[in-house]
């Protein structure tokens, strides 16, 4: 009864911490974000959304193995 009581108050999953940590290092790099070209420049190709999808999920898999302290593979 005890480990439900503390799980219920405040324990958190590694998956919810990473979701976090994705969220947080996303919103502050602009990660996952597709480019508005400026004035002037203009990228040759611009990325699809399925690029923009798998550079989320490889950014939430390094952040669990950070949260999990594995070593992150480059």
């Known amino acids: 009864m005890d480990a439900l009581t503390q799980a219920s108050l405040g324990a958190r999953r590694n998956e919810d911490i990473a979701l976090d940590l994705?969220?947080?290092v996303a919103a502050t790099t602009g990660a996952g974000k597709p480019t508005t070209?400026?004035?002037?420049?203009?990228?040759p190709t611009s990325p699809k959304p399925e690029e923009h999808v798998t550079e989320l999920l490889n950014l939430y898999?390094?952040?669990?193995?950070?949260?999990?302290?594995?070593e992150a593979e480059q």
């Open 22 to 24: 994705l969220k947080f």
């Open 37 to 43: 070209p400026s004035t002037g420049f203009t990228s």
């Open 61 to 70: 898999s390094r952040c669990l193995k950070a949260v999990e302290g594995k």
